[in-house]
């Protein structure tokens, strides 16, 4: 099994819709998730980090279930302009330490 | 403005030459780390930093080298002794210490293709 597993898509979805993605982690004594997005050939940007039960920031919302070990991310009304990759990561260190497992990442194509 | 840049942009080079990649950071981040992805995978970790003039291995370190003589710079070079180093590579930081400083900022990365 992976240390992090997401679908890798494509998610097809028409404009204003919304879709889910998971993000599945094997350690259960991760501390931190973060979720990036990339755009072809460009640097992954960071989209919003997790550290207790969720997040929100406007039409993106992250929510986590340690008792599951997943991480989703939802995005509400989709725009033209989310079509992009989306990374889950997961910090599984310990103590203070940092270790960052990425996943593969989940493609999403936005139509018109 | 406070960032990270990576040159150059896009690299190429001859088989069997050593290049260097270079990766600057004024955002007063602790650790740095480099990492490459290629096409379909997720990044993997070459070498990581935490302190200057320290450095470790990650998973993927063999036919790679680093320095870390200033908290700002975390330059690598990629050896002959690298089998496939066709890729994208990616330059990271974190503020570092416990709490909320794991959240990691890339840059812009440097494509190098191997002719």
């Known amino acids: 099994r992976k240390e992090v597993e997401q679908d890798p898509g494509p998610f097809n979805v028409p404009e204003g819709a919304t879709v889910a993605f998971n993000c599945t982690y094997s350690?259960?004594?991760?501390?931190?998730f973060f979720w990036y997005r990339q755009d072809c050939r460009k640097e992954p940007k960071l989209l919003m980090s997790v550290y207790s039960s969720g997040n929100e920031d406007g039409r993106f919302t992250a929510q986590l279930n340690r008792a599951s070990q997943y991480i989703s991310l939802l995005i509400r009304d989709s725009k033209l302009s989310d079509s992009a990759t989306y990374l889950c990561v997961v910090n599984m260190g310990t103590s203070g330490t940092y270790k960052y497992i990425f996943g593969t990442g989940t493609r999403l194509k936005v139509l018109a | 403005d406070g960032g990270i840049t990576q040159s150059p942009k896009y690299l190429f080079r001859k088989e069997g030459q050593n290049v260097t990649l270079s990766c600057e950071q004024n955002?007063?981040?602790?650790?740095m780390y480099w990492y490459r992805q290629d096409p379909g995978q997720g990044l993997r970790l070459i070498y990581y930093?935490?302190?200057?003039?320290?450095?470790q291995k990650g998973d993927i370190a063999e036919g790679y080298s680093v320095s870390r003589e200033k908290k700002e710079s975390f330059p690598l070079t990629v050896t002959s002794a690298q089998k496939n180093p066709t890729a994208f590579y990616l330059c990271a930081s974190t503020l570092g210490g416990r709490g909320r400083g794991d959240t990691q900022y890339f840059g812009p990365g440097t494509r190098l293709t191997v002719l």
């Open positions: 930093s935490q302190i200057v003039n320290d450095f």
């Open positions: 350690n259960s004594a991760s501390q931190s």
């Open positions: 955002l007063n981040h602790d650790a």
